[in-house]
């Protein structure tokens, strides 16, 4: 069943952002009086299709939802009727090319624009940025934060929760500046703390920066009880049941949730011998295994429970943040600009082997994500639809011939010589298109694979 979901999800997600992709295409090329022959969603045979005349577009959904083409009346593609020419698009001026063109990647970027203003706009709810365990010998601690810490500004950014400021540190620190932090302690007293940009060398794009750094956000002691049970997962198998309360694992005394979850977590395929109270005061032992789950380049257990929080617990961590309609659109075009430029950094990083390979993320990555995000809830998947449409905008805009950005780098050097490029030139910049994506893809199965692998 968690496949299945996955699948859906993945195929859900893919649909929509190369819906919206293809879609900018499209309506531009209608706009300008280019005719559209087909619109694809999918590769390979049709599964459906729908003309409302045979002088109108074609509409298609195909087998392979991998991709998906807008495929417009064009001289170099087939012969094209004299009453029809002033419609192809090889007829079109420059400006009007270098449009359609750029109207897929752009038609993506105003998605994760429009998703965010949604979400901003019906305001969020996240954790605080307070600072729990420093590590004594860390980057963080070399920097002067203590326990207690809230942080409200890294560099010129405000931020008012966990995920404002783990995405304002991401994007602060792919510059490799040194970053200034401005704090409030404990005491409601504020204070600046810098992180050295040497320290931010090879970990500006890791997902785990923050723990990377020494940091460790501020969470309540939660008691080791049984809140939920995920059906089909280990702790359901074994027989622990909601409202059981862990007292020990393995002969040792369980105080708090989080000591009980890192142990599982380090103890993959492993079986842990459970002491539980049940009910008035019942006492069961059980035996738990908890199965591999590969996050990163690390393989954690993970057993499908999660723990009771009383109502009131969050109070004091949990913060709301709202935006009227004009300052939720700034926020939302903000964070896609900040969003896109941080891809580019991290492309570029890659290029010079200033950061790993192991950040790409291919058709496995990206399908597990979305069943993880699906599964979390609409808000969850919407933000992760923002970024996977923010991705296929940038990666599109690339300079590589058979994408977006290698067709504007045509019509670049087309407005530059005052002629288009010849066959030959375009047919050979397309052979080393291919071979770049078609090697783009491979790598991004393997990184896949070892992940998963372990």
Same mark, same amino acid.
């Given at each position: 069943?968690?496949?299945?979901?996955?699948?859906?999800?993945?195929?859900?997600?893919?649909?929509?952002?190369?819906?919206?992709?293809?879609?900018?295409?499209?309506?531009?090329?209608?706009?300008?009086?280019?005719?559209?022959?087909?619109?694809?969603?999918?590769?390979?045979?049709?599964?459906?299709?729908?003309?409302?005349?045979?002088?109108?577009?074609?509409?298609?959904?195909?087998?392979?939802?991998?991709?998906?083409?807008?495929?417009?009346?064009?001289?170099?593609?087939?012969?094209?009727?004299?009453?029809?020419?002033?419609?192809?698009?090889?007829?079109?001026?420059?400006?009007?090319?270098?449009?359609?063109?750029?109207?897929?990647?752009?038609?993506?970027?105003?998605?994760?624009?429009?998703?965010?203003?949604?979400?901003?706009?019906? +305001?969020?709810?996240?954790?605080?940025?307070?600072?729990?365990?420093?590590?004594?010998?860390?980057?963080?601690?070399?920097?002067?934060?203590?326990?207690?810490?809230?942080?409200?500004?890294?560099?010129?950014?405000?931020?008012?929760?966990?995920?404002?400021?783990?995405?304002?540190?991401?994007?602060?620190?792919?510059?490799?500046?040194?970053?200034?932090?401005?704090?409030?302690?404990?005491?409601?007293?504020?204070?600046?703390?810098?992180?050295?940009?040497?320290?931010?060398?090879?970990?500006?794009?890791?997902?785990?920066?923050?723990?990377?750094?020494?940091?460790?956000?501020?969470?309540?002691?939660?008691?080791?009880?049984?809140?939920?049970?995920?059906?089909?997962?280990?702790?359901?198998?074994?027989?622990?049941?909601?409202?059981?309360?862990?007292?020990?694992?393995?002969?040792?005394?369980?105080?708090?949730?989080?000591?009980?979850?890192?142990?599982?977590?380090?103890?993959?395929?492993?079986?842990?011998?459970?002491?539980?109270?049940? +009910?008035?005061?019942?006492?069961?032992?059980?035996?738990?295994?908890?199965?591999?789950?590969?996050? +990163?380049?690390?393989?954690?257990?993970?057993?499908?429970?999660?723990?009771?929080?009383?109502?009131?617990?969050?109070?004091?961590?949990?913060?709301?943040?709202?935006?009227?309609?004009?300052?939720?659109?700034?926020?939302?075009?903000?964070?896609?600009?900040?969003?896109?430029?941080?891809?580019?950094?991290?492309?570029?990083?890659?290029?010079? +082997?200033?950061?790993?390979?192991?950040?790409?993320?291919?058709?496995?990555?990206?399908?597990?994500?979305?069943?993880?995000?699906?599964?979390?809830?609409?808000?969850?998947?919407?933000?992760?639809?923002?970024?996977?449409?923010?991705?296929?905008?940038?990666?599109?805009?690339?300079?590589?011939?058979?994408?977006?950005?290698?067709?504007?780098?045509?019509?670049?050097?087309?407005?530059?010589?005052?002629?288009?490029?010849?066959?030959?030139?375009?047919?050979?910049?397309?052979?080393?298109?291919?071979?770049?994506?078609?090697?783009?893809?491979?790598?991004?199965?393997?990184?896949?694979?070892?992940?998963?692998?372990?």
């Amino acid at each position: 069943m968690d496949m299945l979901f996955t699948v859906i999800a993945f195929v859900v997600a893919l649909g929509i952002l190369i819906s919206v992709h293809e879609f900018g295409h499209f309506w531009v090329a209608r706009r300008l009086g280019i005719k559209v022959l087909r619109f694809s969603i999918g590769f390979g045979r049709p599964l459906l299709t729908w003309q409302r005349s045979p002088d109108d577009t074609e509409y298609v959904l195909a087998a392979l939802p991998l991709g998906g083409y807008v495929r417009m009346l064009d001289e170099t593609e087939d012969e094209v009727p004299e009453r029809e020419l002033h419609r192809a698009f090889n007829r079109q001026p420059l400006w009007k090319r270098v449009a359609v063109v750029s109207a897929g990647p752009f038609s993506n970027l105003l998605f994760a624009v429009l998703v965010y203003w949604a979400l901003f706009l019906g +305001g969020d709810v996240g954790l605080r940025p307070l600072i729990g365990e420093v590590e004594p010998t860390s980057v963080a601690a070399e920097a002067g934060f203590v326990s207690g810490d809230e942080l409200v500004r890294v560099g010129d950014r405000p931020v008012r929760s966990w995920e404002e400021a783990l995405f304002a540190l991401t994007a602060e620190a792919l510059d490799g500046e040194p970053i200034t932090i401005g704090v409030r302690d404990a005491d409601q007293v504020s204070h600046e703390r810098v992180l050295p940009g040497e320290a931010l060398a090879g970990i500006a794009e890791s997902p785990d920066l923050v723990e990377r750094l020494g940091l460790a956000p501020q969470r309540p002691a939660l008691p080791p009880v049984v809140g939920r049970l995920v059906p089909g997962e280990p702790a359901e198998q074994a027989g622990l049941a909601v409202g059981d309360r862990i007292l020990a694992a393995d002969g040792t005394a369980v105080t708090r949730w989080r000591d009980w979850v890192a142990l599982v977590r380090e103890r993959p395929r492993q079986p842990i011998t459970l002491e539980v109270e049940r +009910g008035a005061g019942e006492r069961v032992t059980l035996e738990i295994v908890p199965r591999a789950l590969v996050e +990163g380049e690390h393989t954690v257990g993970r057993i499908g429970a999660g723990v009771d929080v009383p109502d009131d617990l969050m109070a004091d961590y949990r913060v709301e943040i709202h935006h009227d309609p004009l300052e939720a659109l700034v926020r939302a075009g903000d964070k896609t600009l900040d969003t896109s430029l941080m891809i580019f950094k991290v492309i570029g990083r890659m290029l010079v +082997g200033q950061a790993s390979v192991e950040n790409l993320s291919g058709p496995i990555a990206i399908a597990e994500t979305a069943g993880r995000t699906a599964s979390h809830g609409l808000e969850s998947f919407a933000k992760f639809l923002a970024m996977l449409s923010i991705s296929l905008g940038v990666l599109n805009l690339l300079p590589i011939p058979l994408l977006d950005g290698g067709h504007l780098v045509y019509y670049l050097i087309e407005g530059v010589k005052g002629s288009p490029l010849s066959e030959t030139a375009l047919a050979n910049a397309q052979r080393v298109g291919l071979v770049l994506i078609v090697g783009l893809m491979v790598l991004a199965f393997y990184v896949d694979l070892s992940r998963l692998l372990g």
